[in-house]
């Protein structure tokens, strides 16, 4: 094929921003129930509402079916939800399930293979006026669903409380608040839902308290199980303020399993649930674990002790999630601590795993595939995809290829990043022009992103705008060090890195220093909009649901996140001197770059005010910033329906467009406001 030389930016392609949103979004929350496998799966043409997908075997023949609309199975506990669903085994009527649907946060008990197809039922109340009740991380016990009651008491966002509690499966609940049991009376802010042991007798779970976040501080506590279903005798056994317990986890035999940070990294621990007593099973400078910013995420799951490798062990097998920046799946053998990857194309896997006999599931995804449901037989060694599989939606030839750099920034620090260069198959630049690139800042800030198939990555190189995808100090995948780069330093470590990465780009003749810009979404829109104050090293930015003011994002986001702040700039009593030095809101003089500002209405994480506070400090100014406020009604924190995405991205790119000095005819043309009225 001759290859047509043709500016960057201008290139044909065949991946429109309708295709990039149909095909955003991965599989969740996998689980196991008996031999059959169950996950969530995003349905962005269907106003973003996630369904429940069922895969089994018929007749020798998998078979996938999916609970149908308006179910929507998530969680908003802690607004980010958690594990939304859980389900048992029942050899004469099948399977029964228990799940969260969105729309009124109402637990529902659902049995697919009932006569009739009947609807699922409700299990727990509609919230009462003034308040609202949650559910997350359930787990099946007797006549009971167990997991995370979150209620809210008041009108603010941090008037809320959280414990264990038991939730009859008879439906007495659905009419009856008082027919819901609490089994924690701890004085933690935050909880996951108990693991319960395979006897029965004992139950585990993580808790933690503000200012801390999961990654700062967590701890292990074991209760006994009575027999009349009460906790009893809680205690503390691993875990504290200045360690990370992300996981806990029961093998077959009764043993506890946790992934801990003691020491240094997250790493795989046999606990004593008496004494406390930890060993590393697996001390290696890698990830066993990450940020638990949802209850109910596995990096780990034992397998049972009799399967064919360990059968007179006394010990099972454990498969893992492990490595630096990105995951792959192991199997560890938690008496040599001998650990062996599994073979296949997955580059990077999602803390979920799910285990039944010797099969292992996961969802991962790779450069030249999206995130997909894979299984590995520990017994063959083989592993294979088996749901969520997406047929190439254009010829592979347009995915971009990520390239793993380590660059250098401030005081000789490492910068992790992945770079994907402009590709196409059938065009090039001249030979002395250099491509436009986008630094991508991540959210979380506490998170991290892999070198996986992104189809809005593709949007824009396969039209020859290059991206960088930075892992900025902080981030989490490289040890607790790294993340802690970022501590009281938000809004200059992960600018400078950003910015390091850029320079680096420009100087070494990959990326043209005149068309550089940056976005992100979240915390990565708050140090996009940073960089444009802190530097004039970019042409434009993109700014998607953004936090701009830390004062105002401690008073007005959800719980979880309003001690937040603590950690990334300082205590509150230094807090308004901080953000008058580092918040885009403070600093909107310094502000010159056109940028793009994308805001969902219904925000509870950074509403709207924020975005809107910048606009206030933008007015008046005797050079007009050139902008544009795209707002979308019913969409919250990320955006989730294809009619949102498909606008986001084609907002975007024409603003790449207008300000690189390049021809598009096939997006419609972002106006670009100079007198700032918040109506734009």
Known sequence: MTATTRPYGSWPSPIDAGLAASLDGRPEYLGTVGPEVWWTEPRPEEAGRRTLVRRRLVDGEPEITELPAPWNVRSRVTEYGGLPWAGAERPADGPLLVFVHFADQRLYAYEPDAPGGPEPRPLTPVS????????????????????????FTGPGPTDVRRVSAAVPLDGSAAENRGAVRELTHDRYRFTTGPRLSPDGRRAAWLVWDHPRMPWDGTELRVAEVTDGGELADARTV??????????????AEGNLLAVSDRGGWWNPYSVDPRTGWAINLCPREEEFGGPLWKPGLRWLAPLPGDTPHTAGSGAGLVAVLHGQGSSVLGILDPESGDLVDAAGPWTAWQPTLAVHGTRVYGVAASPRS?????????????????????????????????????????????????????????????????????????GGPTDHVPPVLDLQIAYFTSRGIGVVEVNYGGSTGYGRAYRERLREQWGVVDVEDCAAVARALAAEGTADPARLAIRGGSAGGWTAAASLAATDLYACAAIIYPVLD????????HDLESRYIDGLAGPPQTLAVINRDRSPVARA???????????????PICPP?????????????????PHAYVTFEGEGHGFRRADTMVRALEAELSLYAQVFGIERTDVPRLDLDLDLDLDG
Do not use: M
């Open 589 to 603: 003089d310094a502000i010159t770059a056109p940028f793009v500002l994308l805001q969902g209405l219904e925000d």
């Open 550 to 557: 830390l004062v105002g994002f401690a008073e007005e986001t």
């Open 609 to 625: 005010a924020q975005a809107e506070r910048l606009l206030d400090a933008l007015q008046g100014r005797p050079e007009p910033v």
């Open 370 to 442: 999206a995130y997909e449901v894979v299984e590995l037989d520990t017994a063959t060694g083989h592993a294979r995809a088996v749901g969520a599989q997406r047929p190439d939606p254009v010829d592979p030839a347009y995915y971009p290829e990520p390239q793993s750099r380590t660059f250098l920034g401030p005081d000789n620090r490492q910068i992790h990043a992945y770079v994907y260069p402009p590709h196409h198959p059938a065009c090039r630049a001249a030979a002395d022009e250099l491509p436009p690139y986008v630094v991508w800042a991540h």
């Open 128 to 151: 009462r006026t003034g308040g609202g009740l949650r559910w997350a991380d359930p787990v099946l016990r007797g006549g009971e669903v167990w997991c995370v009651l979150e209620e």
């Open 238 to 251: 691993l875990g504290g303020p200045d360690e990370a317990v992300a996981q806990v986890e029961w093998t």
